[in-house]
């Protein structure tokens, strides 16, 4: 991909939080990388999405620096790189705090799968992260967040796969979500805060514990979307 095309992607992706009534005010940011130039672009910090253009998206390489735009990059740039650092397959990473996924981050609680809806799109419970200490805030609070997602999806004795479970719920803050680009990351950040409304929901009803999806449903629904013999959608469409 040329980075001008990149730079395009990101600032739709980006403009996409808008639409998704994923964000209030400038309380989010997508970003997408270019692995063969060993860049991501990101949005620049605290500028609205309505008056981003493609011109504003900042180029960051592998070890943080600006390689190119007039503007600074995102606050949360450090935690981007340290993913894209750890998690070599994905391609995008989008920051939210959008309402239900925020208010699961801020109890501190994982996002278990329910139903259908999650399990197609998350093969099992989406995690949370610990709390940061406050010599890892002290030392460098961004990167110090990326680490303990990292560390949450590497966790023994259990590690989790962060292709088949593309979101994170970090403690006390908001989730992150990543995908194969950018584009897919806003996807799953979509569907994470679909998830979570419905479970906050489903909390409400009697007897007010939901059941946790059988897990032979849970593996159906993913792998039908996501497996190796995936069927859902269309594998070519006429025409296009």
């Known amino acids: 991909m040329m980075l001008e095309d990149l730079r395009c992607a990101v600032a739709e ?15 989010g940011n997508v970003s997408g990388i270019d ?8 949005k620049p910090s605290g500028v609205p999405y309505d008056r981003l253009s493609p011109g504003d998206i900042v180029l960051v390489d592998m070890e943080g620096r600006v390689a190119d735009g007039a503007l600074k990059p995102s606050s949360d740039t450090p935690t981007h790189l340290r993913l894209y650092q750890r998690f070599g397959d994905i391609g995008g990473v989008t920051h939210t705090h959008s309402a239900y996924a925020t208010a699961l981050s801020q109890a501190r609680v994982e996002l278990p799968c329910l139903g259908t809806t ?8 989406v995690p949370c992260t610990r709390q940061l200490t406050p010599d890892e805030v002290d030392a460098g609070y961004e990167i110090a967040t990326g680490d303990a997602i990292v560390e949450r999806f590497q966790r023994a004795p259990d590690p989790l796969d962060p292709t088949r479970i593309p979101a994170v719920l970090v403690a006390g803050h908001a989730p992150f ?32 514990e939901p059941r946790a999806l059988e897990p032979h449903i849970l593996k159906k629904h993913h792998d039908r979307k996501h497996g190796p013999g995936a069927y859902y959608g269309q594998t070519h469409r006429p025409g296009l």
């Not at 692995?35 to 990101?42: C, E, H, N, P, T």
């Open 35 to 42: 692995r063969d130039k060993g860049l991501f672009a990101i």
């Open 177 to 208: 979500t990543w995908g194969k680009d950018a584009s897919e990351s806003v996807t799953n950040s979509v569907a994470l805060e679909a998830c979570a409304r419905m479970a906050i929901l489903s909390g409400l009803l009697p007897p007010g």
């Open 118 to 125: 999650h399990a197609d799109h998350f093969m099992g419970t």
């Open 13 to 27: 992706a980006n403009r996409a939080l808008v639409e998704h009534q994923l964000v209030t005010l400038t309380w």
